[in-house]
C-alpha cells in the first residue's frame, strides 16, 4: 500500500514553468513505476509520463516530450514532473500514481494502482 500527496500546481503563463512534486508514503516506494496522468475537464484522462523503479529509463506522451521531466528521488520517496514551455492546453488536474513493476510502458490509467488527489495546473495566454 502507498499513499500519495501531490503539490506544487498553480497558475502560470503561457511559455511558462511549473514543478510539481508527488510524496509517496510507505518503504516499498522504490519498488513502484511511478506516473503522472492528466485530465483536463470534459476529458479523458490522459497519460503523461512515466519512470522506471531505478529512475534510469523514462518515456512520455507526444504532446509533452521535449517540454516535461518526469524524475523521482528514492531517498526521499518522491516523484517530480517538471514543467517547460507550459502551453494554455496544459491546463488539467494532474495526478500522480503508482503501478507494479510490470507495468511500465504502459499509458493506461488501469497500469497504475494507487493515485495522489491531484493537482490543478492552469495557464493563461
Known amino acids: 500500500q502507498v499513499q500519495l500527496v501531490e503539490s506544487g500546481g498553480g497558475l502560470a503563463q503561457a511559455g511558462g514553468s511549473l514543478r510539481l512534486s508527488c510524496a509517496a508514503s510507505?518503504?516499498?516506494?522504490?519498488?513502484?513505476?511511478m506516473y503522472w496522468f492528466r485530465q483536463a475537464p470534459g476529458k479523458e484522462r490522459e497519460f503523461v509520463a512515466g519512470?522506471?523503479?531505478?529512475?534510469?529509463?523514462?518515456y512520455y506522451a507526444p504532446s509533452v516530450k521535449g517540454r516535461f521531466t518526469i524524475s523521482r528521488d528514492n531517498a526521499k520517496n518522491t516523484v517530480y514532473l517538471q514543467m517547460n514551455s507550459l502551453q494554455p492546453e496544459d491546463t488539467a488536474v494532474y495526478y500522480c500514481?503508482?503501478?507494479?513493476?510490470?507495468?511500465?510502458?504502459?499509458?493506461?490509467?488501469?497500469?497504475?494502482?494507487?493515485w495522489g488527489q491531484g493537482t490543478q495546473v492552469t495557464v493563461s495566454s
Open positions: 500514481a503508482a503501478g507494479p513493476p510490470n507495468s511500465y510502458g504502459r499509458t493506461s490509467p488501469e497500469g497504475a494502482n494507487y
Open positions: 510507505g518503504r516499498t516506494f522504490s519498488s513502484y513505476i
Open positions: 519512470i522506471s523503479r531505478s529512475g534510469s529509463s523514462t
